[in-house]
């Protein structure tokens, strides 16, 4: 049985596409097919065939076969602002039902797919519907990255605690140190291991220029997600 991982960050800026991009390398490298997905970007660049979001790019790279774009990132707007906003002035609205059909593609293709948000959990998609709603529709496990910095206990503890309420399974949190002058950093991460109801999956240290190959080693010596195929192929408690 494949897995499914949503990932979610405390906020924007936490280095979830590095996260994400560096998991599925380290899965890939490690025998398992992997598949990576950002349901909904906003933020276009010029891409090989049209628009792209950068975040998506360099997800369908990381994969282990290069699906088409659309499936990659079933939705996308021009202006990096909010999704929802954007898709608000673009007089659209976000159909959920493309993001399952481009899910249960690459959930066929792939024995662990990982999607990644935008900014954080509770990011709208318009007035009634949130990014949250998503582990749920696509039947998701969810891994939350951190950003370690001065905040990060009350937004990761918010973070979880929403995740709970839904009834999701948090199979884990990767801490990114986004600061490198956070002050207690390890008090810091002891106290999140304390009160996270999830393992810590590892922890990426301060990165000048953070590269996928250098992130993707740091989680591989944590054994995140205890990388090995059967592990992974198989869902767990």
């Known amino acids: ?3 499914s991982f949503f990932v979610t960050g405390t906020d924007t800026g936490v280095g979830k596409t590095l996260v994400t991009a560096a998991l599925l390398r380290r899965l890939r490298e490690s025998g398992v097919t ?4 950002k349901p909904v970007a906003a933020g276009a660049v010029a891409g090989p065939a049209g628009p792209a979001n950068e975040d998506a790019l360099l997800l369908q790279s990381e994969s282990s076969i290069r699906h088409p774009y659309a499936l990659v990132n079933p939705w996308l707007f021009e202006p990096a602002i909010a999704p929802h906003i954007a898709a608000a002035e673009a007089g659209l609205v976000i ?9 249960e593609i690459l959930r066929a293709s792939a024995d662990v797919v990982l999607a990644e948000g935008a900014g954080g959990f509770l990011v709208p998609l318009d007035a009634h519907r949130s990014f949250a709603d998503l582990p749920g529709l696509l039947e998701m496990e969810v891994l939350l990255v951190v950003g370690l910095r001065l905040g990060c206990l009350n937004h990761a503890l918010l973070t979880a605690g929403a995740i709970a309420a839904r009834g999701y399974r948090l199979a884990g949190w990767i801490g990114n140190c986004v600061d490198p002058a956070f002050a207690r950093r390890d008090a810091n991460i002891a106290t999140l291991t304390e009160m996270i109801a999830a393992p810590c999956l590892g922890i990426v240290p301060w990165l000048l220029d953070p590269g996928v190959g250098e992130a993707a080693s740091v989680l591989a010596r944590a054994a995140v997600l205890r990388l090995d195929v059967a592990s992974l192929t198989m869902r767990g408690p």
């Open 1 to 3: 049985m494949s897995r």
């Open 34 to 37: 992997v598949a990576g997905m």
């Open 95 to 103: 159909d959920t039902d493309r993001i399952v059909k481009a899910h």
